[in-house]
């Protein structure tokens, strides 16, 4: 039995209580902080060679690339106080407004990404349109103090159709079709009629005020500054928790994997902050609410491929809609290093399903083979790198039904003192100011529960 915990003996007295916290990524990281900052005394463990999870950058074939959320929002709280509370607050600067559409049928139309005013001069929106929208606005906006955009458990939402039944109710079947979906493909990698309209009612009306922000210092800034203010430990892959009982003096045995070797340690608590499609993996003996809450969890998977050119063209960010090739739902430039611009495709659902289909995962240009667009098709003979990204585990889909199994587990984890407890973006909302907060309200869960070890 090995332990990454100091003076290990467990001799009695007023040592401090062991958490083990499962997971790099912000959610864990921040339990794992604001645990420390408590008394407790906290190990992280993860299974990558570096912290981050799906916010942060890496290289690969000389191209810097984004591991999922590309930038956060101000009405982050959790986030912002998080960062206040590093010192980093100077870090933070806007998110400059890219040449942005929407491109339907060859034509591009501008891009909007809530229901303010400016929808209404989309060529989509006809004069019938505009009473269901300023209806549906002014209840967007009257519910927006009921609500936490980062979080799906906080206050009503409808949870009980889809967003395509939610828009067809209101008369907006043809603004969400040309205007809603191809920002939910392209940016979340959701089909309308896969998902409820809970995250767009608990986002939209917080969206028309919000700044979109990123880190001078890169969007891992964050994870890197709370992996220096706890210990963690890479390339561990935890494989199995093994909890005896809630009472037991050891808490749960850890199994991991590590340089070829398979160990184990024992901590008091452990903190789950992996993806919540993986998290049934690693535990053993589930209870019957666990079981329950892990089979209503669904993650959807996400593919871009990237070249890097060594050519100049302006930034560009374009989301596909209706009449555009159906297997891409992100065509953008951005620029790159040394006079060079980095292009990317996102893969729409049905790209992403054809790719698992075929086997393509890991070659998604060979999946667009024939319907690349131009600018990579005209300039094969500036093209320095490329890199194909394939995300398994993307983020998870609030479908109809999720937020009600959501608040039922929250809940039981909030009352049940337990010898694991989860948190993720899943555990609230599916961005990164959710995993923040839930990162947070485990944590406050834990103190509550356990006490100021």
Known sequence: MTSFFPGDARSGGTQSLRVAVVGAGIAGLTAAYRLKQTGFEVVV????????????????????????????????????TLMNRLGLTSNILPVEQTNTAIRCNGVDHPAHFTPGPGILASPFVKLRHIPALMRMSVELLGRQFHRNPNDLAAGHLPDDQTMVEYLEMRGLATIGRFLLEPVFRGTRGWRLQDVSPAFFVSTSAAMLRARPLNFKDGIGMLANRLAQQNKVVTGVEVTD??????????????TYRTAGETLQFRADIVVVAVEGSLAANIIRNPSPEESRWFSAIRYNSGGVLHYQLNKQLPATLRFYGPGENELISIFEIRPGPDASIHVLFHLSPEGVQRATEQGLEH??????????????????????????QWIPNYLPISYPGYVAALREFRQRQSVNPGRCYYAGDYMAQALTGGACRSGKLTADTIIDHWGKS
């Open 45 to 80: 463990l993860e299974r990558q060679a570096s912290v981050g999870g799906r916010m942060t950058l890496r290289i690969e074939n000389n191209i810097e690339y984004n591991t999922g959320a590309r930038l956060v929002y101000s009405f982050s709280k959790d986030l912002l």
């Open 241 to 254: 928790i093994a909890r005896v009982n809630n009472t037991d003096p050891d808490g749960c045995t850890i």
């Open 363 to 388: 070659d998604i240009e060979r999946l667009l083979q024939g319907i690349l667009p131009e600018i990579v098709v005209e300039n094969r003979q500036h093209i320095c790198s490329r890199f194909d």
